[in-house]
Nanobody
Framework: QVQLVESGGGLVQAGGSLRLSCAAS????????MGWFRQAPGKEREFVAS??????????DYADSVKGRFTISRDNAKNTVYLQMNSLKSDDTAVYYC??????????????????WGQGTQVTVSS
């Protein structure tokens, strides 16, 4: 069983920054791929970023809409994955979810790729 708890959401002005955290309560965190998704009102949940494992931080990939602005990272010693969000836009307003999948399956881009989810944290960007 994996429990994921997100934090760090809030209200920020356009152009500002936020850092989301996701703490995992699982001893096998270091061998799980982690991802961030988001869901805006009336829209489907969409992929934001994913990170797999390596001693240097892991392979990463991003949705085109956030490339160059968002950075995903992980601290295996703290069982935590982060999403640093810079140059925020109103279109980034959504509930952000972290998710986990077995590392053996590599990076994940679809909601069905992941088997555990957090409860979400609201990010609101005012223009």
């Amino acid at each position: 069983q994996v429990q994921l708890v997100e934090s760090g959401g809030g209200l920020v002005q356009a152009g500002g920054s936020l850092r989301l955290s996701c703490a995992a309560s699982v001893r096998t965190f270091s061998i799980r791929t982690m991802g961030w998704f988001r869901q805006a009102p009336g829209k489907e949940r969409e992929f934001v970023a994913s990170i797999s494992l390596s001693r240097t931080g892991g392979s990463t990939d991003y949705a085109d809409s956030v490339k160059g602005r968002f950075t995903i990272s992980r601290d295996n010693a703290k069982n935590t994955v982060y999403l640093q969000m810079n140059s925020l836009k109103s279109d980034d307003t959504a509930v952000y979810y972290c998710a986990s999948r077995p590392l053996a399956y590599g990076l994940g881009y679809s909601t069905t790729d992941y088997d555990y989810w957090g409860q979400g944290t609201q990010v609101t960007v005012s223009s």
